[in-house]
């Protein structure tokens, strides 16, 4: 794929349009902080310190849902990380939000309300669409340029993602560009050793389609979680069924035919859980061999340690890790080995490693590990599913095509 612009391509002094994905947990109102605001900070900064005049963009919920709020409090945390104020205007693209855009002076920030309460900008439509909406018309000529920091959210066709990007120079901000590259690394890049990919959590579907997408990419799968479970369904153990029907048997219906296909053509490249963790009549954390499971009687909610003793030397001798979804329930301690244990032997190594997924990235700071540790930590959901899959991102291609066009 030819690439798109990024801020070392932005013109000196301009008026920049940026969108960003600043959607946020929201717990009876309050919205929570989280890395999407400290990994924006930093575009958003180098923007003001730069000198443009900048405007954000972002979303917050969806209409009807309890976390479709305004973006008050978005910007006040976000001035924080980015060490800049950060003004509000709780408007989206009327007279006010007009005003306070001519207002802005070199260095200055201002966030435009929740893009979501426009009603053009919801509505999954052709960019050429979204671009002769009023919102796009009556916005895209106050600025000289539109900056797309919003990799998190590229899979949608939003008026925000998709129209600006017809009417303006567009770029790639800083998190685009960071997760762009990490994200697409496992269908585009060459590795000269091994490539692993853990996958686990509870959407057997994406589990799947991440694993016949990546097949030819892939040298090792690591199973855990529901999805792990589903699989040793599939070769024979009486687990991944009966006791949690809403997790297991409408995944298996749907799946069944997709798992035993995988793992019949593809049994040397999945390694399955050889252990699994239940919580005891004690409450304690037990463990059973799959071996010795009989019939299921209990949830398992976490791959054993001989399991993660099986794991660790794998990711030791692989050149690259990519991980999808947690293997256990981590965000209760004693059902956090899997996935702790596994992520710790990816920050022990050097190998390339990316980790992916709202959940699983989170236990990465829930369990004192840093970051650094790894080669890239995802703050993108769906976005970074599509990636592994190659599927496109459509507010990326229009940063393409922007950069195409304007140099052809
Ligand atoms: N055996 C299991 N039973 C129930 N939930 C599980 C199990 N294993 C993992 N999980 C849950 O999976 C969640 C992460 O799954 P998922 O949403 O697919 O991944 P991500 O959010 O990282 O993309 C975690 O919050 C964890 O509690
Ligand atoms: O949080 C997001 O996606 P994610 O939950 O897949 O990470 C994006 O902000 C997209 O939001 P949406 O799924 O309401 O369109």
Redesign the pocket.
């Known amino acids: 794929m030819s690439s798109f612009r990024t801020l070392d391509d932005l013109p000196a002094e301009q008026r920049v349009l940026v969108r960003l ?1 600043l ?1 946020s947990p929201v717990e009876d109102g309050v919205v929570q902080d989280n890395r999407r605001f400290s990994r924006h900070a930093e575009t958003v900064a180098e923007l003001a310190e730069s000198g443009h005049r900048v405007a954000l963009m972002a ?1 917050q ?2 209409p009807g849902r309890d976390t479709f709020v305004s973006l008050e409090q978005h910007a006040d945390i976000l001035a924080e990380h980015a060490g800049v104020d950060v003004d509000f205007v709780a408007d989206t693209f009327g007279d006010d939000a007009l005003a306070a855009v001519r207002d802005l002076d070199a260095g200055d920030v201002l966030l435009l309300e929740n893009t979501r309460m426009t009603d053009d900008e919801l509505p999954e439509k052709a960019p050429e669409e979204h671009a002769a909406s009023d919102f796009v018309q009556t916005l895209a000529p106050e600025f000289d340029a539109y900056v797309n920091d919003a990799y ?2 590229a899979h ?1 066709k939003h008026a925000s993602l998709v129209g600006f990007p017809l009417k303006l120079p567009s770029y790639a901000g800083r998190v685009m560009e960071t997760e762009y590259e990490a994200n697409t690394a496992i269908a585009e890049r060459e590795f000269d050793g091994d490539v692993t990919m853990v996958v686990g959590g509870t959407k057997a579907t994406d589990v799947i389609g991440v694993m016949e997408a990546l097949d030819e990419k892939v040298d090792q799968f690591l199973l855990g979680g529901v999805a792990g479970e589903l699989f040793l369904r599939a070769a024979g153990y009486p687990v991944g069924e009966d006791v949690d029907t809403e997790l297991f048997d409408e995944q298996w219906s749907a799946n069944e035919e997709t798992i035993r296909s995988v793992l019949e053509e593809r049994r040397d490249q999945v390694t399955l859980a050889s252990d699994l963790a239940y919580e005891d009549a004690d409450g304690e954390r037990g463990e059973v061999a799959v071996e010795d499971i009989v019939e299921k009687t209990q949830s398992f909610l976490d791959v054993g340690s001989d399991t993660v003793a099986d794991y660790e030397p794998v990711i030791r001798d692989s050149e690259a890790v990519f991980v999808k979804g947690a293997l256990g329930v981590f965000e209760d301690e004693r059902f956090s080995v899997g996935t702790v244990g596994v992520l710790e032997a990816i920050a022990d190594t050097d190998c390339f490693s990316v980790v992916g997924g ?1 959940d699983t990235s989170r236990a990465i700071t829930m369990y004192g590990m840093s970051e650094d540790d790894f080669s890239h930590v995802s703050i ?4 970074y599913i599509r990636a592994l899959t190659g599927e496109p991102l459509p507010a990326v291609e229009l940063l393409v095509q922007s950069a195409a066009e304007d140099a052809a």
């Open positions: 994905d959607n979303h919920g969806r998190s959210a949608r709202g993108a959901g769906g976005a």
